[in-house]
Structures are given as C-alpha cells and as structure tokens.
C-alpha cells in the first residue's frame, strides 16, 4: 500500500505520532494486514473466544471419562449377590419320613362330615382318595368336587383326588371290600406312600398328622396293623 507526502525541510521537526488513516477506507481481509498495518489495532476477541470453548470442551470430556472411570471401578469392586435355586417339590421328592395315604369314604348325606375329617386329616406329605357312594346326589358329588377344586392348598400340592368312577357301596356286602382294594390299586399307581388307612367320614383324628409321621418314622415299612381273627361273623 503506497502514500504520497509532500517534500519537508530539513529544519522542519517531524511529528512522530502515528498517521492516523481512516478506518472506514482500511479493509481488514486476512491477518497478514494486521501484520502490515502496525498502527491499526486487529480483532482478537474472536480468537479468545474460540480458544475458551476449547478449553471449555476439553474440561468437560476430562470429567467425563473420569466419571465413566469411577462407575467402572465401582461396578466391578461391588461384590455379585448371590443367586440360590429354588426348591421345586417333585413327586419323588421325600420331605417327610414317612407318607401315609388315605381312603376316605362317604355315602349319601356325608358331605359335610367328609368335608370336616379331610381338613382335620390333611397334611402336605400325605395322600387323600375320596370316594363318594354312587347313591349320592348328584348335588352331592358336585359339591364335593366343587370343594376340592376351590381348596387352595388341594390345588398347589396337589395329592387330593376323588374317585371318577364310583361303586356303589351296599353295608355287609362284598362291595365294601371292593371299593378299599379298587382305592389301593389306585394310589398304588399314583403315588408312593408308607401306609394305608382306609377311614369313614364319620372318623376323626386324635393325634395331628404331625405327630403321626414322627410315631412312624422310627418303625419298619413292612409292619402292618391289621387285626384279624379265624373267627367267623361281622363284629367279634
């Protein structure tokens, strides 16, 4: 960039301020005319303003994987809980010494007196046949029916049935001693169990089941309580 000045004498003292140019004529394209103008101060607050979001980025992913850094550290120091499996009740699943099954029988108008002997008998390692008389009502046995579907613990444990098909019981009779073998050859097939007892609904327990098992559980499997007599007749 060219100036013309006018000749000065020698004599003449030279001003040493600085020339004072308009800035509206002076076009600043390029930092290399902040370089040739010493006089015309050039624009840095962009430069500051750049190098502070710089600054200010590199802050702010420091504490950032500083902080992934320590979640790490923790996650890994923090000791894993430990997972236990869950006991899941199988059929050959032995939870008790001894397992008794039960042969419940009933006739016509037993239906409550059943109901009463079966909450009062049951326990969760034992095992409950019911047989209801086929002269029943049919009222009778839907209500029955009704109460072993509806009975909570029946239905988790699952060791209460009823007996489809019926027999049709006769006192004195032969039928009697056919519906017992019917119901032993049914749980037998079912399910495995110490000892049977076949019982009315008109029965009802002494002792708790509880204290049952633990009677039984110190005597040999095979030993049976059956008495029996070469006397002939219904009753001794």
């Known amino acids: 960039m060219s100036f013309l000045f006018n000749s ?3 004599n003449t003292q030279v001003s040493k301020s600085p020339i ?13 005319d902040c370089l040739s103008l010493q006089y015309i101060s050039c624009p840095t607050t962009p430069i500051k303003m750049g190098t502070e979001k710089l600054i200010l980025t590199i802050i702010l992913a420091s504490i950032t994987f500083f902080l992934l850094y320590i979640s790490t550290n923790l996650r890994s120091t923090t000791p894993t809980p430990k997972t236990y499996p869950k006991l899941i009740k199988t059929p050959d699943t032995k939870q008790y010494p001894v397992t008794f099954a039960y042969l419940i029988s009933a006739s016509k108008g037993d239906v409550a007196k059943l109901k009463r002997t079966l909450l009062a008998l049951y326990h969760p390692g034992n095992y409950y046949l019911i047989h209801l008389d086929f002269g029943a009502l049919k009222s009778e046995h839907l209500a029955l029916a009704d109460f072993v579907a509806k009975e909570p613990v029946f239905g988790q444990v699952g060791n209460v049935w009823i007996v489809g098909k019926q027999n049709l019981v006769t006192y004195r009779g032969p039928t009697m001693l056919a519906t017992t073998l019917h119901a032993m050859s049914i749980l037998l ?40 007599s070469s006397h002939l007749g219904w009753k001794l």
């Open 189 to 228: 097939k079912t399910c495995s169990w110490d000892w049977f007892i076949n019982l009315s609904a008109s029965d009802y327990p002494l002792v708790t089941q509880d204290d049952l098992i633990h009677a039984f559980s110190d005597l040999p499997r095979d030993l049976n309580f059956v008495q029996h």
């Open 8 to 10: 000065i004498p020698r």
């Open 20 to 32: 004072k140019l308009p800035l509206s004529s002076t076009k600043l394209t390029a930092p290399s």
